[in-house]
T-cell receptor, first 115, second 114 residues
């Protein structure tokens, strides 16, 4: 099973709201990723967790707060977002064997609209 | 630093025609190269991956890509386009020194005309 699931599929929120995106995989992968993708652009890396520890933060604003409760789950907590944060948020995972060129498996994404 | 360039932001072919999507890379070390496809309103799906085991890589849905070191290219081809191939295609290279970072090209939108 090479599936990464994400919920919700769509989310509309106001700038004062707090919401969370959820990602789950059951492939035994130990690296999990959050990407942001604007329309007609490639994905941009936001965060990487390796063995449930934050490994990479690509200078993401603090209004985005990641969390990895266990090896299968990855959350992205959202607070006080701006309209320019509207995008498709993609989760991905990989085995994390410590080798270069690992394949990342992507979920279907959450399409976020900030009003 | 690694980078990829996808020539042509939009490629249009007729159903049954050859598909050729171009990707050139720059890398100071042997690269790991990927092609991903993204259908409308979906995530990215891996089509194929080059890891130096073989220069001709076969992927899913009839796609293949050939690694040419002399041309620093990794072009994606399919002999006969199908309507269902219409999607955005991204070439990506693994960043040297990082197990996690991919550098994506800007993407090529493939349209297939009946």
């Amino acid at each position: 099973d090479t599936e990464v699931t994400q919920t919700p599929k769509h989310l509309v929120m106001g700038m004062t709201n707090k919401k969370s995106l959820k990602c789950e995989q059951h492939m035994g992968h130990r690296a999990m990723y959050w990407y942001k993708q604007k329309a007609k652009k490639p994905p941009e890396l936001m965060f990487v967790y390796s063995y449930e520890k934050l490994s990479i933060n690509e200078s993401v604003p603090s209004r985005f707060s990641p969390e990895c409760p266990n090896s299968s789950l990855l959350n992205l907590h959202l607070h006080a977002l701006q309209p320019e944060d509207s995008a498709l948020y993609l989760c991905a995972s990989s085995q994390d064997r410590g080798t270069l060129g690992e394949t990342q498996y992507f979920g279907p994404g959450t399409r976020l609209l900030v009003l | 630093a690694q980078s990829v360039t996808q020539l042509g932001s939009h490629v249009s072919v007729s159903e049954g025609a050859l598909v050729l999507l171009r990707c050139n890379y720059s890398s100071s070390v042997p690269p790991y190269l990927f092609w991903y496809v993204q259908y409308p309103n979906q995530g990215l799906q891996l089509l194929l991956k080059y890891t130096s085991a073989a220069t001709l890589v076969k992927g899913i849905n009839g796609f293949e890509a050939e690694f040419k070191k002399s041309e620093t290219s990794f072009h994606l081809t399919k002999p006969s386009a199908h309507m269902s191939d219409a999607a955005e295609y991204f070439c990506a290279v693994g960043l040297a020194g990082s197990n996690y970072k991919l550098t994506f090209g800007k993407g090529t939108l493939l349209t297939v005309n009946p």
